[in-house]
């Protein structure tokens, strides 16, 4: 199941050339259908700590997950400014 828009979720796969990490929470935007029919988009937003939009990624619907109990957040630098 989807998470709903506008829910953070937690990206469960590494895009080095988004610098976006497995673990990584962020924010659903919209979903959008692959051009192909492939599998379909989840248009994310990235924040860093303090709540400042590091920008927006489109990933596999199949990379995120909702957050759940249990679940501890962390810090990492990046490369993205605010």
Do not use: C, W
Not at 15 to 31: F, K, M, N, S, W
Not at 36 to 43: C, D, L, V, Y
């Amino acid at each position: 199941m989807k998470p709903e828009l506008y829910s953070r979720v937690v990206v469960t796969l590494d895009l080095p050339q988004e610098d976006v990490r497995r673990g990584d929470i962020a924010t659903v935007v919209d979903y959008v259908p692959h051009p192909n029919g492939g599998e379909e988009g989840a248009i994310l937003e990235i924040f860093d700590t303090l709540g400042n939009s590091l920008g927006v990624v489109i990933v596999p619907v199949s990379a995120i997950a909702p957050l759940t109990r249990g679940m501890v957040p962390a810090a990492r630098p990046t490369t993205r400014s605010a």
